[in-house]
């Protein structure tokens, strides 16, 4: 059977990895062209580009499917499937119809929970004590398909973005290959998706990094771990901008005013007072510095406690 991949970030690579190890032809790599990025503004390839051409797989980097001639390119391959995981476009109806056994998608959500760009993020803003994997037949909407299967995972209370995002992407590799065995042999029947229940999740924007000390310890702490590593969750201080790079609820604490940096009873660092409790900070990054244990700031930082940081 032949496969056409298509996927850009790190979350693609295990499934690809499996694909490969499965045995399948994968006759493509289809990933996002190269950004800039880095200090030196110099072109990064995807990792889903870097794995294939580590495996020695063809890669292709089309800037939209959309075109006749790239849906053309596409079709010469004569994939028999296409596995899709955080490619990074939406597939037109011209490619949806391409191989015979149509097109998969490995979507980090339980489905119809959080259909759309940041969905690993979402779970934990929202406080879900469990997230997940489907694998979808994918149509024209946005992650509206028909699911094939899906299998959950707990939220750690210490699991960020990242973190999370790496155990999905493992978890998705080994449903995608329980998936396949029996989606080849017609034994799988696609479950509509119910519409009524259906959420959605914006792109994450640099700007929605910034604490409002207004908000809860609690909202606040979620955001911290959504938002790791990117764009991260951030005050100002002095004119720079301040990452909280870990920190923990202390929703029973006395609280001080929202933003008031105060020093806690067990010395290990400092708490910042919110709308609702204290935001027991544990690690924290300055602009231009590396970063540092809460308690390693302060011994820099003399004066910091008794600040009151803006909110946005």
Not at 5 to 18: C, K, T
Not at 144 to 156: Q, T
Request: hydrophobic fraction near 45%; charged fraction near 20%.
């Amino acid at each position: 059977m032949r496969v056409v991949f298509m996927g850009s970030p790190q979350f693609a690579v295990p499934p690809l990895e499996y694909l490969v190890l499965g045995g399948y032809e994968v006759a493509a790599v289809y990933t996002q062209p190269d950004r800039t990025g880095g200090r030196g503004r110099a072109l990064v390839a995807s990792p889903a580009k870097q794995a294939a051409l580590a495996l020695g797989l063809r890669v292709v980097q089309p800037a939209s499917l959309k075109e006749a001639a790239a849906v053309e390119q596409l079709a010469g391959f004569n994939p028999d499937l296409i596995v899709v995981a955080a490619f990074g476009q939406i597939l037109p109806k011209s490619v949806l119809s391409l191989p015979r056994l149509g097109c998969l998608n490995v979507h980090p959500s339980l489905l119809p929970r959080f259909r759309g760009a940041s969905p690993v993020a979402a779970a934990i803003l929202a406080g879900d004590e469990f997230s997940g994997v489907s694998i979808i037949l994918l149509d024209e909407g946005m992650d509206s398909g028909p699911v094939l299967a899906r299998a959950k995972i707990p939220v750690s209370a210490r699991d960020t973005t990242a973190s999370l995002t790496d155990k999905l992407s493992l978890l998705g590799a080994r449903l995608l290959g329980e998936v396949l065995v029996g989606w080849t042999r017609g034994e799988l029947s696609p479950q509509p998706q119910d519409e009524a229940t259906a959420s959605y999740c914006s792109p994450i924007t640099k700007e929605e990094g910034e604490i409002d000390w207004r908000l809860s310890a609690l909202e606040i702490w979620r955001r911290v771990r959504a938002f790791y590593p990117w764009p991260g969750c951030y005050t100002r201080w002095r004119g720079k901008t301040l990452k909280i790079i870990e920190a923990v609820p202390l929703p029973q604490a006395k609280t001080a005013k929202a933003g008031e940096v105060v020093a806690l009873t067990s010395g290990a660092g400092f708490g910042i007072g919110t709308g609702d409790g204290t935001l027991s900070v544990l690690k924290v990054q300055l602009e231009g510095k590396q970063e540092l244990s809460a308690a390693e700031f302060l011994r820099g930082q003399r004066d910091f406690v008794g600040a009151v940081l803006p909110s946005s």
